[in-house]
């Protein structure tokens, strides 16, 4: 039986459920401008752009799309951009008019672009100038008809151009080919704007994840799983109008998109958006316009509590840090506090399920913990062989079931087939992330299925490791990973970036020797390796297979 333990730990103050939506996601920017038209809905840089100015230029660019470009209900768009005023835009642009908005990550090239526009079937695109070139394939080749092209400076403020890094201050480009249009073009007609009769459970976004094997898969959301997670995160984290919402992390990934973006303008609140991370600009953001609610990656509050310059700084308007991807070291969590008087809220959440399913309550803010699953969530955990329901503080795979899952991968059928269960007669999304729960119903997870590492036959759960590290004043960031052994199979190996005042006086024994103390024998890292940095996916999560696939083909 699919355990409900959790629901008495529920916040007194918010429903157990939530109802069904009953607008779609372009509603929230309409119904946000009409309450507050001259309100800033964006920051960028030093340029405001109201709600009235925010609605105006979406409704320019999707007449653009419709009229010039052929983009009809139910016809994808590829958004390649960075966090920036065009990607708020845009996003909402294709989806007034009923289109699938396909984000992707602008650190993409010429192979990857050419699978997501081939795959999803595009025919148009809106990406900015650095970018153009990785679509000269798909031009060519006839996939992509009409290639928007944004320039970022476009959307600075001169007096703020020192803080902007070198690709948003390139000057406009211009390119001698019809299929190539400038961002400006898009802006320069007025005309009267028809939104399309769209209903909540018309598809709004295909979202591409990479999973463990094999090319990335296109998750399916509707205007109603999109709208559960906006609603969720709205209510869950106390927003309203008053709220300025630092926005670091990406809008293309699933954190930024619903938790920095979408929640911030369906409750009228204020984006501040910083594109690229730099703790000591984040710093300055958030004295300068009082943010109140940051989504991030932990790495990034480690990054922001180790920044000298934002010792000095005033951030006390903070009220909600929020994340996921990776655990808050509890050391961290504890600087945070320290420095902040906030508890990080740690949550847990995918793709698949456009974000969040848990969180922890804002009553009970639990440390390296998940929490409980979040408004008319179910989740469990079972043995990943057999399929049998386990019990508390048994470790297994988390399985996941609500109406903020996905339909289902993008023309997909066999991965539909092998990521979704039946129990209880109930449709269960199967995670792949291997956890437990305990007696009041808390979410606890130890790693990836295809992560762990079995030393010696004794199992080695990497985010454990690194928990227990982060507590080593020297250790900035890691990452656990197997290295092969002949005589164990596997063993266990700490990629580490050191704190600067550490880097000339730790060595590998120091971590080592450390260890012995804080761990079991076969947990302790045998093999350890200083690094200035760690490899991050789009999205600033850390890369471990990355460094996992280079440690075995390196001893092959």
Known sequence: MVQSRHLKHWPVHLPKSLETPRKTIFRNLLDSAKRFPDKPAVIFYGKTISYKDLEEQTKALA???????????????????????????????VLSLGALVVPISPMNVADEINHYCTDSGARAAIASQDVVEEFRAVIDQGFIDHLIVATYSDYIDDDFSNDAPTVMLEEKKYWASPQIINWSETQSKKSPFEETDTLITDLAAILYTSGTTGRPKGCMHTHETVMRTIEGAV??????????????????????????????????????????????IAGSLIERYGCTHWANVPTMVVDLLAEPSVEKRDLSSLKNIFGGGSSMPEAVAQKLFDRCGIQYMEAYGMTEAISQTHMNPPHDLRKQCLGIPTFDTRATVIDPE?????????????????????????????????????????????????????????????????????????KVWPAEVEATLYKHPAVKELAIISSPDPRRGETVKAVIVLNTSFQNNTSAEDITSWSRKQMASYKIPRLVEFVTELPRSGSGKIQWRVLQEAEWQHHS
């Not at 106390?238 to 630092?246: C, E, F, I, Q, R």
């Not at 988390?398 to 996905?406: E, F």
């Not at 129990?423 to 729960?437: A, Q, V, W």
């Open 63 to 93: 007449n653009y799309l419709r009229n010039e470009c052929r983009v009809q209900k139910g016809d994808r768009v590829i958004v390649d951009l960075q966090s920036s005023p065009q990607f708020v835009i845009s996003y909402y642009a």
């Open 235 to 280: 209510i869950w984290e106390a927003m309203d109008s008053t709220s300025v919402l630092l926005s670091t992390a990406p809008l293309f990934h699933v954190t930024g998109m619903q938790h920095s973006m979408n929640a911030g303008i369906a409750a009228a609140g204020t984006l501040v958006i910083l594109p690229r991370w730099d703790p000591k």
């Open 386 to 458: 057999t399929l049998k329901e386990l019990g508390p503080n048994e470790n297994g795979e988390i399985i996941v079931a609500g109406p903020q899952i996905m339909l289902g991968y993008w023309e997909r059928e066999d991965a539909n087939k092998e990521s979704f269960i039946d129990m209880d007669g109930i449709k269960f999304f199967r995670t792949g992330d291997l956890g437990s729960f305990d007696e009041d119903g808390f979410f606890y997870i130890s790693d990836r299925i295809k992560r762990m590492i079995n030393a010696s036959g004794f």
